[in-house]
């Protein structure tokens, strides 16, 4: 597995995190066969690939919701392989917005929002978060299902934002959303980059991607195949097609 | 739900040398028992052992936990000693009787419980169960408290006295036999290839187009009968009928035969109530302790020896079916 | 107020007072099988235990630690058992019930109707099966209150209104606070809840503390009006069982109305015809089954 080499194509930052050999198991079946990359700080990158292919898992392994998984996951120099799930948020300073978005049906919008425990320092207001998506304030007394598919992305999104999580996890967010929708995810993940946030993101819409990310990682069969940098992303578009074409 | 400690009991029907073993076992035991264990315990566990290999044929062979299996064991026990003791039927009739009732007893309380399933179907075999068991407590003719006694044994076919022990026991023998036999074509039969793949995916079986509840409930009235079976026999051999027959703790006691004797085997049942029986007659001088123990062992049971002992043995020797 | 109306309302207040423990024992099991998918067979054993306790503190923990004159009364036993029988609780779950999860439900039901055997087996070791009654009734709940229609005792007042508050303080934790959201979260979706920095593993073992200090708790307030027996836990539990069928199970405000009107109605039948009494519930269930499988405020699925 090649050590991926010192970035040059972002500002130097410290390492936020890097995962090495990470592999992970389903009851017997192995479905990450040694995951390797890394992050720096204020980083956005993807992990693109074909349906099936690690991407989701990957998210999974990291926080522990796999039976079982091995290899390293260093969070702000944290190990963190070896720690039960609940602790791992709150370690990584991470923040979990997983596929189909999880928000609870029994529970209000605003109880949503409020769910997940403050993790540190410099987490948003409600206050900004309402400023941030004014339509969820108009809707913060239904129950989580009774919202838009897009109210329920920017809660979903809202909720982790809250908690002071700095390094957000956000699997499939523009998945079955109105484009004009994604148009409006694409602004906030620049937003967020530029309040710092470093971020990964599970797409399948490449276009979305692209605009946002620093680098992207393709994953097949449980592996990183291949890394791209944004900036050489014209230039491998032809390698890209390849990788992710049915 | 698929992998094997998760679902109820399992088990394939590949026959074998150890299955000879086990049938041979079982047929000399049935032949010689009385020549060295006390005649009427050995009455008591063939009893036992057919009510647990009955109950069985339900939890451990598609799936279904009744936790009021003793209103069947009880009825049988009280209609077939009414018909014996008042209507004046000779046993068989009567055994056939009481075994017939708890069959109508099973449809009607397997139609309404298997509106539900799992944990639900537990709690309303539980309930429904109750009100039996409160029946056999308030009606005429069960004597309450008291119980049904003295119920004569009479002469099977009209010549041979059962109050003849051995003549007692091969009758027993017989029924058991019979019983076993019936569970075991059951199993083997296409229905019992059906009740197993219900047990391990319903929503497969449903999907195959099989009449799920339908199945459910014939194995539910094939189970209650036998139970049944059993409880009417047992009071003949005893001569009463009780309430600790309807009890719910009888219920909770065949699910440790069972449990402790091997989910889904096919002799673990017989070997779960010969434990058990002999243990409630080892400790009976202990009053409520035998309470105890028999909690404690299932709770031994559920934590550590899901398969029981049959269960464990097949394990051991790498067999799938015993 | 004719002689019939009376004898109505009357047998209404009994029942209600039995239907205020129907109520505190589906509520216990309700909040137990959400978030653990367990059905508690010993949720009538630690009921009968929370009676122990309240009886063995007023007369014979003294005793047994050679202090004669150590009397701990009604008001001590309302905190301390409800604590003792959620603590005990809380060793099952972490020692026992944690085992099996993964495995289907009907284990987790086994196990606990293994406790109750054991623990009713002990008690019927050491206490009369018959009963023992309560010494320890407080002065100030003696004597009887008049209701207008009927004289009624004080005592059994107090544990109706009593259960009723609790009932409803239960209800309000769990749909109206921070914390409550936390759990309804968890038992709609455990691992995100987890993933979110919260200890799910300690929500379920408080959880099942929290259900089983509610069945003590009952216990205790049961103790004064029947008298103390091994198989006060037995007998209730599958009436208790009846009750959570007709309510369903996935609703907290069900467990509670299911509880409470099934015992009025289990008082009244006394009034037209007092054989059916034992069995009303359990028949009541029947028609709940043939109408709404799912339970009155059951969620079909």
């Known amino acids: ?70 290899g390293s996951v260093k969070v702000r120099g944290h190990e963190i392989i070896d720690l039960p799930t609940h602790r791992i948020a709150h370690l990584g300073l991470l923040g979990y917005c997983p596929e189909e978005r999880g928000i609870f049906a029994s529970l209000s919008v605003e109880e949503n929002l409020m769910l997940p425990p403050t993790l540190g320092e410099g987490g948003m207001s409600v206050e900004e978060i309402y400023r941030m998506f004014p339509n969820l304030e108009e809707v913060r007394h239904r129950t989580g299902m009774r919202i838009s598919g897009g109210e329920q992305q920017m809660l979903a999104i809202a909720r982790i934002l809250r908690t002071g999580a700095r390094l957000l996890l956000l699997d499939e967010i523009t998945e079955g959303l109105a484009p004009v929708i994604v148009k409006t995810l694409g602004r906030m993940i620049g937003d967020l980059k530029q309040r710092g946030f470093t971020i990964i993101l599970v797409e399948q819409n490449f276009r979305f991607a692209s605009r946002l990310a620093d680098r992207h990682y393709v994953i097949e069969h449980g592996k990183v195949v291949d890394r791209i940098d944004g900036t050489d992303l014209e230039n491998s578009m032809e390698r890209l097609n390849r990788y992710l074409s049915v | 739900m698929a992998t094997s400690e998760q679902t109820i009991g399992r088990s394939d029907t590949r026959g074998n040398g150890i299955n000879l073993v086990l049938w041979a076992i079982l047929l000399l035991f049935l032949l010689t028992a009385p020549a060295y264990i006390y005649t009427v315990f050995a009455m008591q566990l063939l009893c036992f052992a057919l009510f647990a290999c009955a109950f069985n044929l339900l ?15 009880g009825a049988g026990a009280y209609l077939a000693g009414h018909a014996i003791k008042v209507w004046g039927l000779p046993p068989l009739a009567g055994i056939l009787l009481g075994t017939a009732a708890a069959a109508v007893l099973g449809y009607v309380i397997g139609w309404l419980a298997i ?63 019979i019983g076993f036999l019936i569970i075991y074509r059951t199993i083997h039969s296409p229905f019992g290839q059906v009740l197993k793949s219900i047990r391990e995916n319903e929503p497969r079986a449903l999907s195959l187009g099989y009449n799920v509840t339908r199945f459910k409930l014939i194995a539910f009235i094939i189970s209650a009968a036998l139970s049944g079976l059993a409880g009417a026999t047992k009071s003949v051999v005893f001569q009463f009928a009780s309430l600790t027959d309807l009890h719910w703790q009888t219920s909770g006691e065949v699910i440790l035969m069972t449990l402790l004797g091997g989910l889904g085997t096919i002799f673990g049942p017989v070997v779960g109530a010969l434990t058990v029986v002999s243990l409630q007659h080892e400790l009976s001088s202990l009053g409520s302790w035998v309470q105890v123990v028999i909690g404690a062992i299932f709770i031994v049971c559920v934590l550590v020896f899901r398969r029981g002992i049959i269960g464990e043995l097949a394990r051991l020797l790498k067999t799938s079916s015993m | 107020m004719d002689v019939m109306m009376r004898l109505i309302l009357a047998q209404g207040m009994l029942g209600l007072n039995n239907g205020v423990f129907y109520a505190m024992l589906s509520l216990g099991l309700a909040v137990i099988f959400g978030m653990l998918n367990v059905v508690n067979f010993a949720h009538g054993a630690l009921y009968m235990l929370g009676a122990f306790v309240a009886l063995i503190l007023s007369s014979y923990l003294g005793p047994w630690i050679g202090l004669d004159a150590l009397h701990l009364g009604f008001w001590p036993a309302l905190i301390i058992a409800p604590i003792v029988v959620g603590c005990f609780g809380m060793l099952i779950e972490r020692t026992m019930l944690r085992w099996l999860y993964k495995f289907d439900p009907i284990y987790g039901l086994l196990l606990t109707f293994g406790i109750a055997l054991v623990l009713q087996g002990l008690f019927s070791n050491y206490f009369n099966s018959a009963g023992t009654p309560y010494p ?8 009887v209150v008049h209701l207008g229609f009927m004289v009624f ?33 968890g038992v709609e979706n455990p691992e995100l809840v987890q993933a979110f920095g919260i200890n799910v593993p300690r929500m379920i073992t408080l959880t099942f503390g929290f259900g089983t200090g509610l069945a003590g708790l009952a216990g205790v307030l049961a103790a004064p009006i029947y008298s103390v027996s091994p198989l006060m836990g037995a007998n209730i539990i599958i009436v208790v069982f009846a009750v959570v069928v007709i309510g369903g199970m996935g609703s907290i405000l069900g467990a509670i109305t299911a509880g409470l009107a099934l015992g009025l109605i289990e008082g009244m039948t006394k009034v037209f015809y007092a054989p059916a009494a034992n069995t009303v519930i359990f028949f009541l269930m029947v028609i709940v089954l043939l109408i709404r499988p799912a339970g009155l405020f059951g969620r079909q699925n």
């Open chain 1, 1 to 70: 597995m090649a050590e991926p080499a010192a970035t040059t194509t972002s500002e130097a930052g410290e390492a936020l995190l890097s995962v090495r050999d990470l592999n992970a198991y389903y009851g017997e079946s192995h479905v990450l066969h040694g995951i390797d990359f890394d992050l720096r700080k204020g980083e956005v990158v993807t992990l693109l690939g074909r349906n099936g292919a690690g991407r989701t898992t990957t998210l999974r392994a990291m926080l522990g919701l796999v039976d079982r998984r091995s």
């Open chain 2, 59 to 73: 939890l451990g062979f598609t799936g279904l936990l009744s936790f009021g299996h003793a209103a069947f064991f």
């Open chain 2, 115 to 177: 509106r539900r399933q799992g944990i639900y179907f537990a709690m309303i075999t539980l309930a429904l169960a109750q009100i039996i068991y409160f029946f056999g407590l308030q009606l005429p003719f069960t004597g309450g408290e008291n119980g049904l006694q003295g119920i004569p044994r009479g002469h099977l076919f009209g010549f041979l006295d059962l109050n003849q022990p051995l003549v007692m026991y091969y009758f027993v023998a017989a029924v058991f036999l």
């Open chain 3, 136 to 143: 320890a009734q407080p002065e100030s709940l003696r004597g």
């Open chain 3, 153 to 185: 005792p004080k005592y059994r007042l107090f544990a109706i209104l009593f259960s009723i508050v609790v009932c409803f303080l239960t209800w309000f934790v769990i749909e109206r606070t921070r914390l409550g959201a936390t759990l309804r979260a």
